[in-house]
T-cell receptor, first 114, second 112 residues
Framework: SQKIEQNSEALNIQEGKTATLTCNYT??????LQWYRQDPGRGPVFLLL?????KEKRKERLKVTFDTTLKQSLFHITASQPADSATYLC?????????????FGQGTILTVHP | DTGVSQNPRHKITKRGQNVTFRCDPISEHNRLYWYRQTLGQGPEFLTYFQNEAQLEKSRLLSDRFSAERPKGSFSTLEIQRTEQGDSAMYLC??????????FGEGSWLTVV
């Protein structure tokens, strides 16, 4: 069955360090992958989208990589700040009849300590 | 562009009652999605519409759940004969042709 796993439920880092979150998937051929941020009690907020033919995408302090051979995406936040503390969700969009439907991982709770 | 709007934001209901949630997508977005999220989990897909047509429904969507998008604009999600297991956050999202998908703030349902 299709499975999306994010590396850990929680990640704690010091302010100023780089946070790296991992998303692995199995039995899936995604057309593209999206990363979302979710704060407690709020809906997910779109951060970045990367397509299957792209290796890397950047936006300000955020960087996403996508390796379809390893079936893995890495999400990096450089120069992390306490305001980056949130749950980060990885989501895949399939091709064909599943196009447009997001399947989510369980999320990683990131805490950035001052 | 005011984003995806959902209401009510919170609903407490007694077991066995019916509830309805409304979603107003971003204007001109042709696709509209409903997801359900419980604590500590990622959102789970329920159903989606392209314009007014309901194209896919998850097995999670039992016969007590029904969703409509009558004119291809706003959508409603109704849950009949609510059960305690229905307690969750119900998220609506929209997109233009299945590209970047934008979520609303969600509607929290508590069944007591």
């Amino acid at each position: 069955s299709q499975k999306i796993e994010q590396n850990s439920e929680a990640l704690n880092i010091q302010e100023g360090k780089t946070a790296t979150l991992t998303c692995n998937y199995t039995n899936y051929s995604p057309a593209y992958l999206q990363w979302y941020r979710q704060d407690p009690g709020r809906g997910p907020v779109f951060l970045l989208l990367i397509r299957e033919n792209e290796k890397e995408k950047r936006k300000e302090r955020l960087k996403v990589t996508f390796d379809t051979t390893l079936k893995q995406s890495l999400f990096h936040i450089t120069a992390s700040q306490p305001a980056d503390s949130a749950t980060y969700l990885c989501a895949l969009i399939g091709s064909g009849t599943s196009y447009g439907k997001l399947t989510f991982g369980q999320g990683t709770i990131l805490t950035v300590h001052p | 562009d005011t984003g995806v709007s959902q209401n009510p934001r919170h609903k407490i209901t007694k077991r066995g009652q019916n509830v309805t949630f409304r979603c107003d997508p971003i204007s001109e977005h042709n696709r509209l999605y409903w997801y359900r999220q419980t604590l500590g989990q990622g959102p789970e897909f329920l159903t989606y519409f392209q314009n007014e047509a309901q194209l896919e429904k998850s097995r999670l969507l039992s016969d007590r759940f029904s969703a409509e998008r009558p004119k291809g604009s706003f959508s409603t999600l109704e849950i009949q004969r609510t059960e305690q297991g229905d307690s969750a956050m119900y998220l609506c999202a929209s997109s233009l042709n299945g590209n970047t998908i934008y979520f609303g703030e969600g509607s929290w349902l508590t069944v007591v």
